[in-house]
């Protein structure tokens, strides 16, 4: 109510300024008019007595006629200026009624006007943004302006370089962050291309072609999972999207097996987790049994506190870094312990494992592919 009262408090002073000019020109023209009926009565007036005094013997005729002289000089002059106002009253009377026209416009039509488009275009009822939040938008969108700029590079280097492996490998998951999930689907293509298959390349290019496709997982994509199975049987992703297949295929058993063998191996730090318990309990629900009960190491783990929960991912991490130790001949091991590390901030320690895994399988050109992509994923570098 007080925003109403201090909008129209403005209004009216606004409008009060605008027409100011148009009330003092109307009275102007009024007082103009009236000094000039009152200087011609007084110049007659004076004339007047210039021939009583003349009578009387007061003025000889010459001063009596000098006087009435300067008298009828002033008063041609006073009648010239009264017959141009007599000749300018028609168009005076339309500039007054143009006047009290726009007086009324100013102080009925304009007000109305304003405030059916505020109310029609506006937003009274939405508050301010805090001075923060507006920087904050405006780095945000300077911010944007920067990447597009920078993938728009990106894609003039590409055109003319369509074989720059490099360049596809930066700008797909630009492209899936942004939301062009079919230009992410050619990316990914080219890299794979030019770089050949990895269960992770794969498994990029299917979820890719799932975005595009808004969460359907189509044939094709379901072979690119299976073919990253083929390589690596204990990818988290390719087995993720599969399950989700078969839930959309409405094959409730597979899909309810294939869940609880992904949540076995699921840990608290699994983003999947929780969705995939959700997509398990909507299996069972569909063949008519009742929610997981917590039974999985996965699930009993997730019921915990979050300080019990660290200790035992940080129990699990040093029991798997201790079998590497004797037996460090599995890769995917060594990429769930890199992982393992970044997830609980512990940067040194995960580019230690990674210089550990590129000796132990600086020969296997496939395994030194994968822990560079990997760590490229996660921003580590090995220092050899």
Do not use: C
Not at 119 to 136: F, H, I, K, M, Y
Not at 187 to 196: C, D, P, S
Not at 251 to 267: G, H, M, R
């Amino acid at each position: 109510m007080l925003f109403w009262i201090v909008l129209t408090i403005m209004l009216g002073s606004a409008i009060f300024l605008a027409i100011l000019p148009l009330l003092r020109s109307a009275r102007n023209d009024s007082a103009t008019a009236e000094t000039f009926d009152n200087d011609i009565a007084v110049f007659k007036d004076q004339l007047a007595e210039i021939e009583r005094d003349l009578k009387r013997g007061v003025l000889n005729e010459r001063d009596a006629e000098s006087a009435r002289s300067e008298i009828s000089r002033r008063l041609i002059e006073a009648n010239a200026k009264a017959e141009n106002t007599s000749e300018t009253a028609a168009s005076g009377q339309k500039a007054t009624l143009f006047r009290k026209f726009s007086a009324a416009f100013a102080f009925v039509v304009v007000p109305v006007i304003a405030a059916l488009m505020y109310v029609t275009l506006g937003s009274p009822e939405l508050n301010d943004q805090p001075l923060q939040a507006r920087v904050q938008n405006q780095q945000q969108n300077s911010d944007q302006s920067q990447i597009l700029g920078l993938v728009e590079r990106v894609e003039t280097h590409l055109a003319a370089n369509p074989d720059d492996d490099q360049g596809w490998e930066v700008v797909a998951p630009v492209y899936q962050r942004m939301g062009r999930y079919d230009d992410a689907v050619r990316a990914f293509e080219n890299i794979i291309r030019l770089r050949g298959d990895t269960e992770p390349r794969l498994s990029d290019l299917g979820e890719a072609i799932v975005l595009s496709q808004e969460g359907v997982v189509t044939q094709r994509a379901e072979k690119l999972f299976q073919r990253g199975i083929a390589l690596d049987a204990t990818a988290i992703r390719p087995r993720f999207f599969l399950a989700m297949g078969l839930t959309q295929e409405s094959k409730f058993q597979q899909a309810a097996q294939a869940w609880e063998a992904l949540l076995e191996e699921a840990t608290p730090q699994s983003a999947w987790a929780p969705g995939a318990l959700d997509q398990l309990n909507m299996a069972r629900s569909q063949l008519g049994l009742p929610p997981a009960e917590p039974s999985n190491s996965a699930a009993s783990i997730m019921s915990l506190s979050q300080q019990e929960q660290q200790e035992m991912i940080s129990t699990m991490v040093a029991g798997l870094a201790a079998k590497l130790e004797e037996e460090p001949g599995n890769l995917a091991d060594w990429l769930r312990l890199i992982r393992s590390y970044v997830v609980l901030e512990r940067p040194d320690d995960a580019v230690e494992a990674l210089r550990k895994a590129e000796t132990q399988f600086a020969s296997d050109q496939r395994a030194m592919t994968e822990l560079n992509d990997m760590a490229g994923s996660l921003g580590l570098t090995a220092q050899n």
